[in-house]
Structure formats: C-alpha cells, structure tokens
C-alpha cells in the first residue's frame, strides 16, 4: 500500500491542457471571422446578379451624415464636389486598363435614401452602372 502512482501528477495536467485546447479550437471553429465594415446594410429577399468580366465593381458606402466612404471603407468623402472627382478619376484610371466600373452602393440601414440617391444620379450621368447592394433577409 505504500505505493504511489507517481504519473498521476503530471498525466492529470496533460489532460487539462489538452481539454482546454479542444475547448480553443471549438470557440475558434464556431465563432465568425470577417471584416467588421461600420456599414449596416438594410435586409431583402432578393439576391444580387452575377459578376460580369472586363468590369470591376467599386464599393461606396453612404453613412447617415450624408459623407461616403469610398477605397475599402479608409476615405471618407464629405462633398459632392469631391465625389464627383473620385467617380471621374477612378473611372478614368479603370478605362485606361480597358476595365468597365460598376458602383455599388452600400447604404447604412438608418441613413437617407436622397444620400444614396445622389450617388446615383451621379453614376447614371456618366454612364456607369450602379446598383444598391442589400442583405438578403433569411
């Protein structure tokens, strides 16, 4: 009876550790990674179209304060004088790469329409296709 089973000590911790690990890699496995964007876009049931080669689709977003964000969401336009300049420039630098721009809108559920509207009046005058992207409600 005086002998003690000297593995117990150190298989105890193994044990521990390994649970704690299947426990990482199961929050890891469930939980969502993307970008977080501070755009929130309103829900609808229809699905947006297929994309269509030798075009390249420009993402602009409309905040509630009437201000667009424009390059992956890192500038933020606040005129329309200066949105005019960046729709012509970069239409203008995409057309020299024999590539069509497509604008899509992301609007922020809680912001005006007329905001969003503008940037489509915009596009629709200088003849580049635009459309208002949505989420598709489940």
Same mark, same amino acid.
């Given at each position: =009876?005086? +002998?003690?089973?000297?593995?117990?000590?150190?298989? =105890?911790? @193994?044990?521990?550790?390994?649970?704690?690990?299947?426990?990482?890699?199961?929050?890891?496995?469930?939980?969502?990674? #993307?970008? =977080?964007?501070?755009?929130?876009?309103? +829900?609808?049931?229809?699905?947006?179209?297929?994309?269509?080669?030798? #075009?390249?689709?420009?993402?602009?977003?409309?905040?509630?304060?009437?201000?667009?964000?424009? #390059?992956?969401?890192? @500038?933020?336009?606040?005129?329309?004088?200066?949105?005019?300049?960046?729709?012509?420039?970069?239409?203008?630098?995409?057309?020299?790469?024999?590539?069509?721009?497509?604008?899509?809108?992301?609007?922020?559920?809680?912001?005006?329409? +007329?905001?969003?509207? @503008?940037?489509?009046?915009?596009?629709?005058?200088?003849?580049? +296709?635009?459309? @208002?992207?949505?989420?598709?409600?489940?």
């Amino acid at each position: =009876m005086s +002998k003690k089973r000297k593995y117990f000590k150190g298989g =105890m911790m @193994i044990r521990l550790v390994d649970v704690v690990f299947i426990l990482l890699f199961g929050f890891i496995a469930i939980s969502k990674v #993307e970008k =977080m964007s501070r755009i929130e876009l309103p +829900k609808s049931e229809t699905v947006a179209g297929r994309p269509l080669n030798r #075009e390249t689709v420009v993402f602009i977003g409309v905040l509630p304060n009437g201000h667009y964000l424009v #390059e992956n969401e890192t @500038i933020d336009i606040g005129d329309e004088k200066s949105l005019n300049y960046y729709l012509r420039t970069k239409r203008d630098a995409l057309a020299a790469n024999g590539v069509r721009m497509r604008v899509r809108v992301r609007a922020n559920h809680d912001a005006a329409v +007329k905001h969003a509207f @503008i940037l489509v009046k915009k596009c629709q005058k200088m003849n580049v +296709k635009v459309g @208002i992207e949505v989420i598709k409600k489940s």
